[in-house]
């Protein structure tokens, strides 16, 4: 089966593939790393197995390049271990940035960190909640610049 092709067809065609070749190699582009937390607000949560995480953001709005607060609750059985949280960019490498969560008894755990400036102008975020034993969830949250 052959095809007609049209004088157009070639920029199109390229214009195409440069449109899905940046989709794929940006996932935060494509959409992938959406906000899942409006930490501006107030706490958000995620279940993790049997436990729900909680992760509340202070001072709010939550900017960057100032002292926040990062406060962890799991509802549920709580780790053996210390938790802790990676904050990074979506798609975007960057050098550790953990914060070490100590625990306030009733499963509450609360840790002091930075959320870095991005040259790039973006404000998109993560706060990766590691608990040992159980898993991680990802919370996904703009900033203030």
């Avoid at 390229?14 to 706490?43: D, Q, R, V, W, Y």
């Avoid at 271990?81 to 609360?110: C, E, F, I, Q, S």
């Avoid at 002091?112 to 991005?118: A, L, T, Y």
């Amino acid at each position: 089966m052959r095809m007609k092709v049209r004088s157009g067809s070639p920029i199109l065609f390229f214009t195409l593939f440069i449109l899905m070749t940046t989709l794929l190699a940006n996932p935060t582009f494509a959409g992938s790393a959406s906000i899942n937390c409006k930490a501006h607000e107030g706490p958000c949560w995620q279940p993790l197995g049997k436990e729900t995480v909680i992760l509340e953001i202070a001072p709010r709005p939550v900017r960057a390049m100032q002292d926040s607060i990062f406060k962890v609750k799991i509802t549920g059985d709580q780790p053996k271990k210390g938790l802790y949280l990676d904050l990074g960019m979506p798609a975007m490498k960057m050098g550790p940035n953990r914060v070490m969560l100590k625990p306030d008894g009733n499963g509450n755990y609360t840790g002091k960190g930075v959320i870095v400036r991005c040259k790039s102008g973006r404000r998109t975020w993560f706060a990766n909640v590691v608990v040992p034993g159980a898993g991680e969830v990802k919370f996904i949250f703009d900033v203030v610049y």
